[in-house]
């Protein structure tokens, strides 16, 4: 069964205290993974999707980077608005469904 | 470009009772799953409709059921409500691939 482990579950920064978020997989013939955002009581947002090991991402203070059995979500210089949970999914071949960590609680204190 | 929609926002009913969420997807998207998310707990996969056909479930009794329209569109039909069904229901659409879903803004469900 694919197995997706966010770590740590909660983080505590300061603003422009820069940080990692860590996704450890497994999966049978990953065919992506997924990084969502999500504010309390609102739908997941869509990040970034990487592909294969070595691909990175960047969008702003994030970035997104994939080995064959992590990823790391890397945030710069955070501000106080980054404060969210961060999903990390993977999605393997076929039909199978595509899985979801526990998130990991971000919080940036000003 | 419209996102996902959800309705209704806000579901209150009964125990016993039976429930219908709606929700339409991107336009172009032929894939709408369904997720559960209980108050400060994680996505719990439902239902994957794909053209039509439920293409995976999750691990949820039968009286989570569903059905996927002709326009893509989808309904999550929950029978005989029990108290621990409360909770944010989001669906989420995508293009069929491997490719990223985005989601709803969620139906907040509370049985009561």
């Known amino acids: 069964e694919d197995q997706v482990t966010q770590s740590p579950e909660a983080l505590r920064l300061q603003e422009g205290e820069s940080s990692s978020l860590n996704c450890s997989y497994t999966v049978s013939g990953l065919r992506g993974l997924f990084w969502y955002r999500q504010d309390p009581g609102k739908g997941p947002e869509f990040l970034f999707t990487l592909y294969s090991a070595g691909e990175e991402k960047e969008k702003e203070r994030l970035k997104a980077t994939l080995t064959k059995k992590e990823s790391f979500l890397h945030i710069t210089a955070p501000k106080p608005e980054d404060s969210a949970t961060y999903l990390c999914a993977v999605r393997p071949g076929g039909y199978q469904k595509v899985t979801f960590g526990t998130g990991t609680k971000l919080q940036v204190i000003p | 470009e419209a996102g996902v929609t959800q309705s209704p926002t806000h579901l209150i009913k009964t125990r016993g009772q039976q429930a219908t969420l709606r929700c339409s997807p991107i336009?172009?998207?032929?894939?709408v799953y369904w997720y559960q998310q209980a108050l400060g707990l994680g996505l719990q996969f439902l239902l994957w409709?794909?053209?039509?056909?439920?293409?995976n479930r999750g691990n949820f009794p039968p009286r989570f059921s569903g059905r996927q329209f002709p326009n893509y569109s989808s309904e999550l039909n929950v029978n005989a409500l029990e108290l621990e069904d409360s909770a944010l229901y989001l669906c989420a659409s995508s293009l069929e691939g491997p490719y990223e879903q985005y989601f709803g803004p969620g139906t907040r469900l509370t049985v009561t």
């Open positions: 336009s172009g998207h032929t894939s």
């Open positions: 409709y794909d053209e039509g056909e439920e293409r």
